[in-house]
Nanobody, 130 residues
């Protein structure tokens, strides 16, 4: 069983930066993709960025964050990161870390779909003021 714990959220002014962390514990052997999602009040949970483990190490980003956010992972430390730059009020949301524990291939078009992830953290709030 994998457990996830996010940290690093907070309040920042527009144009600022934050780095989110997600500490993972448990059986990480079967975790091949990890991702960040976000959910604003009254809206659906949307994919932000995903990253694979291993030598392939692909990344996928939502169009809304490309060029501003960077996802990375430190496998020895079992930690996932999301560096967020040039933040805007539209980025205000609860940010969730998620893991997919499956050996089945996940196509790029599905890597930011929350339905394909089975382990979630509790979330960390990010608030961006104008």
């Amino acid at each position: 069983q994998v457990r996830l714990a996010e940290s690093g959220g907070g309040s920042v002014q527009a144009g600022g930066s934050l780095r989110l962390s997600c500490a993972a514990s448990g059986d990480m052997y079967s975790t091949n993709i990890m991702a960040w999602f976000r959910q604003a009040p009254g809206k659906e949970r949307d994919g932000v960025a995903a990253i694979a483990s291993g030598s392939f190490g692909f990344t996928n980003y939502a169009d809304s964050v490309k060029g501003r956010f960077i996802i990375s992972r430190d496998n020895p430390k079992n930690t996932l990161y999301l560096q967020m730059n040039s933040l805007s009020p539209d980025d205000t949301a609860m940010y969730y870390c998620a893991a997919r524990t499956s050996i089945l291939y996940l196509s790029p078009s599905n890597r930011l779909n929350p339905d394909h992830y089975n382990t979630w953290g509790q979330g960390t709030q990010v608030t961006v003021s104008s």
